[in-house]
Structure formats: C-alpha cells, structure tokens
C-alpha cells in the first residue's frame, strides 16, 4: 500500500524509511527529516548532495559548479563538505579537551616533581631505619612497600576527596547531550590506577636506591 505525506500544499510519496541518526550535534536529540528526489526540471534546488572520490575533490567541484551554472545560473554556487561541518558543531569541546589535556599534563609533572622531592627526604629521614631492617632480614620489596605505603594512603585519601567535585563537574556537563554516557565505577577506578602507577614510578627510584643500600652505611648516616 502506497503512502504519502503532506508537505505543504504538495502531496509526497513515500518510496522508503531510514533508521534515525543524527545529522546535528550530539547534544540534540534526533529530529525527524524527510529527503526527497526533485528532478533537474523540477523548481530550484536549495542545495545537493554528492560523494565525492578520495583524491578527486577538485575534479568533482569542477563539474559540480559546471552543472550548478547550467541549471540555476542566477543562483551563485557555493559549496561545504560534510564532515567539516560537523567538525565545526564540536569545536567548543575540541578546545576544552585540548586545555583539559595540556593543563593536566602540567599538573602531572608538578605533581611528579613533588613526588620526587618528598621521597627523597622521606627516604633521607628514614635511612638508619631502613638499614637496621635490612640487618634484621627485611627484604627489598618489603622496604619498598612500606616506604611507598605512605604516598598510596595520601593519593587515596586525596582521590576520595576529589571524586564529589569531579561527579559533579563531569555531570554538568555531560548534560549538555541529548545523548551522553553514565559515569561509573570503572571511569573512577581507572584513574585512581593511573595515578597511582605515575606516583609509583616517580618514586620507586629513591625508594629502590634506599632499600638497595649497604645497610651499614645506612646505620652511620648522619
């Protein structure tokens, strides 16, 4: 059975349905369109649509423009691609992941400097002690582990308070999107281990090279 829509004062058939997508930003939700066919012959054409071959661009607005003046010379041709144009309905969060990205790369390297600083005077602190353990058996591991206990518990108690602010901050603006993710354990759970394996690695250097010292140097250091 054949159907047919009212588009204004004309009467269209209906000749196939499409599946929804989105042909505006994400942060709509999908609108209803209609396409539809207009022969050469038929009215003025507002715009076209053409695929255009990899490497022949130019080729193809050539002709493009050449089919355009024969049919409506009094229109001016003009013409976009695509994908720039949904490039631009993104731009805004380009430049915030972009300040997000260099901003948090800065912080990281303070916080890796700060890392590196405290260990060593945390590891200088505790140097004696470090040598009567490892005269009463203490492997190199465990001496590890206890003096990187302390920047575990502080990174934890500092990513418990951050975790709100973040919620927070992430949801409003997420709700921007018509269509957006939930924010769940997993995304939390994979930042607190990244930071945790960067603030290992900015210490594991002091602390390998305490637990690795000859324990009677450390029992004389002054």
Partial sequence: EEKFLNF?????????????????????EVA??????????????????????P?????????????????????????YFIDEQFQQQYESEDRLT?????????????????LLGLSSLITAQRTKEIGIRKVLGASVMSIMALLS????????IAFILTIP???????NWLSDFAYRINLGV?????????????AIAAISLQTAKAALANPIKSMRYE
């Fill in 149 to 156: 206990k302390r920047f575990t518990l502080l990174i934890g």
């Fill in 32 to 53: 209803p369109i209609i396409h539809f066919y207009r022969p050469p012959e038929n009215g003025v054409h507002a715009f076209t649509v053409a695929r255009v071959a």
């Fill in 55 to 79: 490497g022949r661009t130019a080729d193809a607005l050539k002709v493009a423009q050449e089919q355009w003046e024969a049919a409506l010379p009094s229109v001016p041709f003009d013409y």
């Fill in 165 to 171: 602010l973040a919620t927070i901050l992430l949801n």
């Fill in 98 to 114: 972009g300040a997000i990205s260099t901003f948090s790369m800065v912080a990281i390297v303070i916080a890796t400097m700060g």
């Fill in 8 to 28: 204004g004062s004309t009467k269209i058939k209906v000749i196939g349905v499409v599946d929804d997508y989105n042909f505006e930003s994400l942060a709509n």
């Fill in 186 to 198: 997993m995304v939390f759970l994979v930042a607190l281990l990244g930071t945790l394996f960067v």
